[in-house]
């Protein structure tokens, strides 16, 4: 049974970082993707970054390029997000996802508990 576990948000000023880490467990991941969802109030769930386990190739949102970085420890299982000059719109839960390839694409499968982000102007 694959588990993930957020951890790291909290409340920041405009401007401010927090490094978001999201521990996997329950079998071997090498062909799999880890992702970053968010979902601000009053919003639908929205696409933050991914990155695949193996080589660690990684894709952004458009509001997160150049602000925000994934990146993957294998020997921890554990994915991270850092997110840099947060602004007050970047207020939202944010999910670890892994998705599992499914014939030509991929399915976001498993889903953590989510973890609070707060950003103060």
């Known amino acids: 049974q694959v588990q993930l576990v957020e951890s790291g948000g909290g409340l920041v000023q405009a401007g401010g970082s927090l490094r978001l880490s999201c521990a996997a467990s329950g079998r071997t991941f090498s062909s799999e993707r880890m992702g970053w969802f968010r979902r601000c109030p009053g919003k639908e769930r929205e696409f933050v970054a991914r990155i695949t386990w193996s080589a660690g190739t990684t894709d952004y949102a458009n509001f997160a390029k150049g602000r925000f970085t994934v990146s993957r420890d294998s020997a921890k299982n554990t994915v991270y997000l850092q997110m840099n000059s947060l602004k007050p719109e970047d207020t939202a839960v944010y999910y670890c996802?892994?998705?599992?390839?499914?014939?030509?694409?991929?399915?976001?499968?498993?889903w953590g508990q989510g973890t609070q982000v707060t950003v103060s102007s």
């Open positions: 996802a892994l998705a599992e390839p499914v014939l030509s694409s991929y399915t976001w499968r498993y």
